[in-house]
């Protein structure tokens, strides 16, 4: 069997005074990233001499990214965006993953993955998923000439929940759409244990890019129906000391055709010391490589 690929969310690595992101996930022993793009810059933590960092409008600068990268030996493999398609500018928002996807498209990044979360809780979740579908379809339309794929994340209250997921993937068929399937967030959502399975091996022939965090539940609360959120601070844990099967979750997203990497998104890093960090996350790698 083909190894896995693994990769880590820039968001989440821990980086001291004196340190560059690049040190840090060389120690770390990867050399692919998810990128998060902030406003118009590409990815802050990689600025030249005068501090400014590439942007995503600057063309001169993309082209000197990926020559960059290469020179730190690390590949972008996943562009994140926080995109808001029910907010009153959505057309920034769209206009700004058009550029984005481009711009992946240039850095022979394959996946982008767009944000169905919104912050306007005054509508009514019919009405946010008609807006997401309606400008997802506008940007697979303007980005018609990439082979850039598109990921939702199952994110936030509404779109972990599956009737809805089934309404936004029926609704857009395009090949190049599907999700970044995060099994953690289906489990803090409130799924049992035994039905966070059943959805990804009912999504995996879908998913074009992977969160890979972990919750550890008290015994009788792992496989019943809870709220949405339950106490996540409280229980959400590095990848190898949670409840989710890494090793089923793999197996069950690649029999869907997946070929991409697995990305650590942990999210209980907080709880350890600063200087412990470092061999959290390292030991979240292994355990991850270790799932096939």
């Not at 339309?141 to 209250?157: F, I, K, L, W, Y």
């Amino acid at each position: 069997m083909v190894p896995i690929s693994v990769s880590v969310r820039d968001q989440i690595v821990p980086v001291l005074t004196g340190e560059t992101l690049f040190e840090v996930i060389r120690r770390l022993g990867v050399s692919r990233i998810e990128a998060t793009v902030n406003a118009e810059e590409l990815l802050p933590y990689l600025r030249d001499r005068e501090g400014v960092a590439p942007s995503i409008r600057d063309d001169a600068s993309v082209r000197n990214l990926t020559g960059q990268l290469q020179a730190e030996g690390v590949q972008i493999s996943a562009i994140l965006l926080a995109t808001d398609f029910s907010a009153e500018d959505a057309d920034r928002h769209i206009s700004w993953a058009v550029r984005v996807i481009h711009t992946a498209s240039e850095m022979q990044t394959p996946v982008v993955r767009i944000d169905p979360w919104t912050s306007r809780d005054d509508l009514p979740p019919q009405t946010i998923m008609d807006n997401f579908v309606r400008r997802v379809e506008r940007i697979l339309d303007q980005t018609s000439d990439t082979p850039v794929d598109v990921a939702m994340e199952n994110h936030g209250r509404l779109f972990n929940d599956p009737q809805i997921l089934d309404q936004v993937l029926k609704a857009i068929p395009n090949p190049r759409f599907g999700l970044t399937l995060d099994a953690g967030n289906l489990y803090w959502w409130g799924h049992p244990i035994s039905r966070v399975y059943e959805l990804i091996e009912r999504y995996a022939h879908r998913v074009k890019h992977t969160h890979i965090k972990n919750i550890a539940y008290p015994l009788a609360r792992r496989d019943v129906p809870r709220e949405i959120g339950f106490e996540y601070k409280k229980y959400c844990s590095p990848l190898y000391e949670g409840d989710l099967d890494l090793r089923r979750i793999v197996e069950a997203v690649r029999q869907g055709g997946y070929q991409r990497d697995f990305c650590v998104e942990d999210e209980s890093l907080f709880k350890a010391s600063e200087g412990d960090q470092k061999e959290v996350l390292r030991r979240d790698i292994a355990c991850l490589r270790r799932a096939q």
